[in-house]
């Protein structure tokens, strides 16, 4: 039965730089990334705005607010290293009601308690810098350090890199058995192997490869589906930023907003739709109905709760699943924008949020449980494109000192202790 020291389960950014940073970190042991699909970044990884978030958003002192924050320049400098196309266009908040002024406030000292760059602009620098967009309170605000990567170009790279470091990354490798006393796992197609100790980058599927593992019982994910439409050429909208709203502070969206590609093709959305299976992108793709009802169960709980303003995120983003109600978003942004300018768009992805079934709300961190022999990342949604190379280094340095230990050797004590959280 093959054997490795280290398995890591899904090849999307996070998988494949765990794999990285572990090769790096013991070059003497052997590292097996186990992939569902025929090639990386299928999933979030392959189908997200592939914006380089500055950091401005997350509490002050959470993984998120750190790792987004270095991940941002390391992120920039790989695309720069590896001549990929990168657009520094940086991005303006412009509120989109009177009530969001003191949000814009809070935003702006966020900034600078996480450490990024951020300027208030008044209405005439607005109108300067970007004639289409409007603010319903006259001010804005500019944050240069924000940009457009090219996440296709960033996962094949990455996948050359680790393959080339003598990691094998093996696709068509669904993992569908997990032995935890054993450290064996099975493939869907047969195949078992074991391993010394395994990190659980599954995506949306990864709180029940956690839950295999005995990990993490009180944690479930819900998708939510980001739409997005392109901005047609016939608008003559030149956007020389980024235009974002200003966020509800409660809700975990940042709202629908402008991505300019690397190509120019300008992107609106994405939305945050709820979706009823693990990859349930389009028609009833992927909904089974225990699951979908737990889903919606899990749903129907914030609503009542009305937990972190999810009643108003619910009716706000629901509607945006129709174009009407994603046009009154857009409009909202620029005024200039007609309903036929919106055109399709094939791009969607999935946002695997995490719920807490303890709280009944959505949590805002990133998430990693660990034991001796396995470690979990969790609600790894937006912005963990952004933060991908540190947030492998800290899962690293999370590991219970996995150097030490042999890992042909068998499991000394019961698998199930000493999980933890961070
Ligand atoms: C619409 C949208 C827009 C976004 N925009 C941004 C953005 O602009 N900036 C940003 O920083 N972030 C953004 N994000 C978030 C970002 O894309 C994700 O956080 C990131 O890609 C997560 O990477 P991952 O490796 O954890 O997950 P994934 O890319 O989903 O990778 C998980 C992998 O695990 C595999 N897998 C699952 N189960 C198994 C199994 N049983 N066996 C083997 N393999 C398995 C899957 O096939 C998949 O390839 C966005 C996300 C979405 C959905």
């Known amino acids: 039965m093959p054997s490795s020291d280290f398995i890591v389960i899904g090849a999307g950014v996070i998988g494949l730089a765990v794999a990285r940073e572990l090769k790096r970190q013991y070059a003497w042991a052997s590292v097996r990334v186990l992939e569902k699909e025929a090639e990386p970044g299928r999933h979030s990884s392959g ?4 914006v380089l978030h500055s950091g401005i958003y997350y509490a002050p002192g ?5 790792l ?34 003191p949000q814009l406030e809070n935003l702006y000292r966020r900034a600078h308690e996480n450490g990024v760059r951020a300027e208030k602009l008044d209405e005439a620098t607005l109108r300067e810098l970007e004639p289409a967009a409007r603010s319903a309170t006259g001010e804005a605000l500019w944050v240069p350090d924000t940009a457009v990567g090219t996440p296709g170009e960033v996962l094949k790279t990455l996948t050359q890199e680790v393959r080339a470091l003598g990691v094998e990354v093996c696709c068509r490798a669904e993992v ?9 796992i099975t493939l869907r197609h047969g195949e078992a192997l074991t391993f010394g100790y395994a990190v659980n980058a599954a995506g949306l599927h990864s709180d029940r490869i956690a839950h295999e593992f005995g990990m993490g019982q009180d944690y479930a994910l819900l998708p939510f589906k980001g739409l997005y439409w392109k901005l047609s050429e016939e608008a003559g ?63 129907a709980r914030m609503f009542l709760h009305d937990r972190d303003g999810y ?102 004590h019961d698998p199930n202790q000493g999980a933890s959280s961070s």
Not at 47 to 50: I, P, V
Not at 74 to 82: Q, S
Not at 326 to 341: D, G, N, S, T
């Open 68 to 101: 987004c924050r270095k991940g941002r320049a390391e992120m920039a400098a790989y695309h720069a290293a590896h001549h990929l196309p990168l657009n520094r266009c940086g991005k303006i908040l412009v509120p989109t009601s009177p009530k969001d002024a």
């Open 176 to 184: 569908a058995k997990i032995d935890a006393a054993t450290r064996k």
């Open 237 to 299: 909208i030149r956007l020389n930023h980024l235009i974002y709203p200003v966020p509800d502070a409660r809700t975990l969206t940042l709202g629908v907003h402008t991505t300019t590609a690397t190509d120019g093709t300008i992107y609106l959305g994405p939305t945050a739709v709820p979706a009823f299976g693990r990859e349930h992108y389009r028609g009833l793709e992927s909904v089974r109905l225990p699951e979908a009802a737990r889903m919606t169960r899990d749903l």
């Open 311 to 412: 009643r108003q995120q619910a009716w706000l983003e629901g509607r945006r699943y129709f174009r009407r109600w994603f046009f009154e978003a857009v409009r909202e942004l620029l005024p200039a924008v007609k309903p036929e300018h919106l055109l399709p768009a094939a791009k969607v992805g999935l946002h695997p949020r995490l719920f807490d079934r303890k709280s009944g709300a959505l949590l805002k961190d990133f998430i990693i449980l660990k034991n001796s022999h396995s470690l979990h990342i969790l609600g790894a949604t937006s912005p963990a494109w952004t933060s991908a190379f540190p947030f492998a280094r800290h899962v690293c340095e999370k590991m219970d000192s996995p150097v030490t230990r042999r890992f042909s050797d068998p499991p000394s």
């Open 62 to 66: 959470s993984l998120k607010a750190e």
């Open 47 to 50: 189908r997200n705005s592939g």
